[in-house]
């Protein structure tokens, strides 16, 4: 695991390694109580000593200190130095997409969650930004795709559903080149597996709400820099626009980093385990899974991946596909992922309902393919449950 970085990640965890990280960066006992645990400090506002003079808090939209603590510990395990938190995964992205002024141009990989390609190609429009979609995976085409007015790239990598893997630190260069920044969707892969800072990356984004979190009950979003002018330009952006998570969502959030290390080792261990097992179902025509072998950049996804987590997806018939989801015990038939329980869903129907067809099929989002994300449950039960579903 990464050593800690020289950020703003907390005194006593700043030379640690990354599940010591997990526990304590960003966190201290609070100074009034000594409470162990970061309290929630649900205020709207900070009462100030006089005109100009107050104690680093003004307006619960500027600063929160429970907000703070969060976005400190997930910076320091994504090796930044500035998380800037918000209330969902897409604002995160449409925070650092508001960073590119009218008339300007993004490029995008072409598979990623459908609410990125919903936002991106009709609603950024209205903005007057253009965005292109290619397959980051051929790093000719990202490269065609770049015009003078380019100023950011967005991968998702591992994608979704379809789990394709993007090579970062060839993209960064790219981006370098072009005088555009790297932001990298690295959701499906937690700071556990995946460090696109480390990768050249200029800005790692979270769906928090996902791994991080981890325990389905809350939304949230962040991004993470080292730039200290960038972060000072996303602050300015939130600040103005309005998105922050509330303290609650911030404390359940940073509940969730606490154990990450622990949940993700075993999300990596039963996504393997899964996809080994349903590559060998007669009823199973193909298995996307990085940690695969027979996945066509296993090599890329060993290289820049210390752990493949918890989510797959695989072909089915559609018939075949429909009678699975329904029919399982242990898995649920849900529109999120990264959580404690197992879940699954048929992105066309789903998650991806909102991407055109044309480009759904070209992709290869069939109406029989499954997305799974693995829990932390015993591994052989969640094996069982998927042989009893598409018993015939």
């Known amino acids: 695991m990464p050593e800690a970085p020289k950020g703003n990640t907390g005194s006593s965890a700043r030379r640690s390694r990354f599940d010591t990280l997990c526990v304590h960066a960003g966190q201290s006992p609070e100074a009034v109580t000594g409470a162990i645990t970061t309290p929630v400090f649900q205020t709207s506002t900070y009462v100030q000593e006089g005109i100009g003079r107050h104690r680093g808090y003004e307006y619960a939209r500027l600063q929160n200190p429970t907000r703070e603590a969060s976005e400190a510990n997930i910076a320091a395990l ?26 300007g141009h993004i490029v995008s990989e072409e598979n990623t969650y459908g609410g990125t390609t919903r936002m991106f190609t009709s609603v950024l429009d209205r903005l007057g930004i253009e965005v292109t979609l290619v397959d980051t995976r051929d790093l000719a085409a990202l490269e065609a795709a770049i015009r003078p007015d380019t100023r950011l790239i967005h991968l998702e990598t591992p994608s979704n559903p379809l789990m394709r893997i993007a090579d970062i630190e060839a993209a960064a260069a790219v981006a370098r080149a072009a005088g555009a920044r790297l932001c990298v969707d690295s959701t499906f892969a937690s700071p556990c597996n995946q460090q696109p800072l480390a990768l050249g990356a200029d800005v790692v984004m979270h769906s928090t709400t996902k791994y991080i979190a ?33 303290p609650m969502d911030s404390w359940l959030t940073l509940r969730g980093t606490r154990t990450l290390h622990l949940r993700m080792a075993r999300h990596n261990r039963n996504g393997t ?5 349903l590559q060998t179902h007669p ?20 290289q820049q991946m210390t752990g493949f987590s918890g989510m797959l997806s695989a072909e089915l018939l559609p018939e075949d596909a429909r009678r699975m989801v329904e029919r399982t015990r242990l898995f649920r038939l849900a529109e999120s992922l990264g959580g404690v329980e197992s879940m699954l869903s048929v992105p066309a129907f789903m998650t991806h309902a909102s991407v055109p067809e044309p480009l759904r099929l070209r992709l290869g989002i069939t109406n029989g393919l499954v997305r799974f994300s693995a829990g932390i449950e015993d591994g052989r039960d969640l094996v069982e449950d998927l042989e009893q579903a598409l018993r015939t």
């Not at 994504?78 to 008339?103: N, R």
């Open 273 to 277: 385990l899964l996809a080994e097992y």
């Open 214 to 246: 981890g325990h389905s009950d809350v939304l949230g979003g962040i991004l993470v820099v080292r730039d200290e002018a960038l972060a000072e330009e996303l602050h300015f952006v939130r600040k103005s626009t309005g998105p922050v998570p509330g």
């Open 283 to 302: 009823a199973v025509r193909a298995v996307h899974y990085p940690g695969l072998p027979s996945h066509p950049q296993h090599d890329l996804a060993c």
């Open 78 to 103: 994504e090796g930044g130095g500035h998380g800037i938190a918000f209330p969902s995964g897409l604002a995160a992205i449409e925070c650092v997409a508001k960073t590119v002024a009218a008339g």
